[in-house]
């Protein structure tokens, strides 16, 4: 199992000043969110602890080794689902285990027991454009989880969901989490979706994303979204946005 250390970190495209001294701490099993701005830099962080990006100063270690490259033991769901249109539900979930060489029956057997856990069982020989947008997005999380990964990047991996299915969703991953030593990170624009979900949250401030607080909530679960805790800890969150005036 894995803890992440984003240490120092600034990123520059050119001359655009994206982040500047980022630093985020995420413990083995533990779950955190990022809220912040459009364009702040969110997504940037998370294709560097995927190994997808480079910072231009500073260092992004996994448990003290620097991140160089992809792992199967970090897996990023991207900000828009990646189901491949020509694959079925089946293929799509055993991708992963294809490319890494598991034996067809094994692969059946892992992807159908996925499938269960997200809600997809018998959907197996779907294609991506005979499912809901929900199913879809429980189909590519249900692909990351087949490579077992440590950790877990998620990138508004609800962001595209009618209020229901989201509520749903959210359940799901914390049934998914709760107990499994897994480290995540979400970034998320919707400040209760991080409120609900994760024990510490960090805020950007806009371009250069800078990390303007981080707050940490022990509010206990089942969350109360409407509780006094709650509320106060969306408050603190808000302030720190800028957006209480
Ligand atoms: N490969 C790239 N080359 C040049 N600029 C980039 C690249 N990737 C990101 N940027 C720039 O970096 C800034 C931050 O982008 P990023 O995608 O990290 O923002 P974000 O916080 O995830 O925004 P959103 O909430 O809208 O998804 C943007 O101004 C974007 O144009
Ligand atoms: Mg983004």
């Known amino acids: 199992m894995q803890s992440i ?6 990123k520059r495209f050119g001359s655009l000043e994206v982040l500047k001294n980022v630093t985020i701490d995420l413990k083995q099993g ?6 912040g701005p459009s364009g702040c830099g969110k997504s940037t962080v998370l294709r560097m602890i995927a190994g997808l990006d480079t910072p231009t100063e500073g260092h992004v270690t996994a448990n003290q080794k620097p991140i160089k490259d992809p792992d199967p033991s970090r897996v990023l769901i991207f900000q828009e689902h ?7 539900v ?3 979930v055993g991708f992963g285990l294809e490319l890494a060489g598991v034996p067809k029956q094994k692969r059946k057997e892992k992807v159908g027991e996925l499938l269960e856990k997200v809600g997809l069982g018998g959907f197996q020989t779907y294609y991506p454009h005979q499912l809901s947008g ?9 692909r990351a989880l087949a490579m077992e990964p440590e950790v877990l990047l998620l990138d508004e991996p609800f962001g595209a969901l009618d209020a229901i299915t989201k509520i749903t969703m959210q359940n799901e991953l914390l049934r998914l989490w709760e107990g499994s030593g897994k480290t995540v990170l979400l970034i ?5 979706e991080a409120i609900y979900l994760a024990d510490t949250i ?3 401030s806009p371009r250069p994303g800078q990390i303007v607080e981080t707050v940490r909530s022990t509010i206990p679960r089942p969350r109360n979204r409407n509780g006094a805790d709650f509320v106060q800890v969306r408050e603190k969150i808000m ?5 209480t005036k």
């Open 5 to 10: 250390q984003v240490d120092n970190i600034s």
């Open 30 to 35: 533990e779950f955190a969110a990022i809220v």
């Open 134 to 142: 929900g199913m879809r997005q429980r189909a590519s999380i249900a």
């Open 82 to 88: 990646a189901l491949y249109p020509w694959r079925t």
């Open 239 to 243: 302030a720190h946005l800028d957006l």
């Open 188 to 192: 998320t624009h919707d400040i209760d």
């Open 202 to 204: 960090h805020v950007m």
């Open 90 to 92: 089946e293929k799509n």
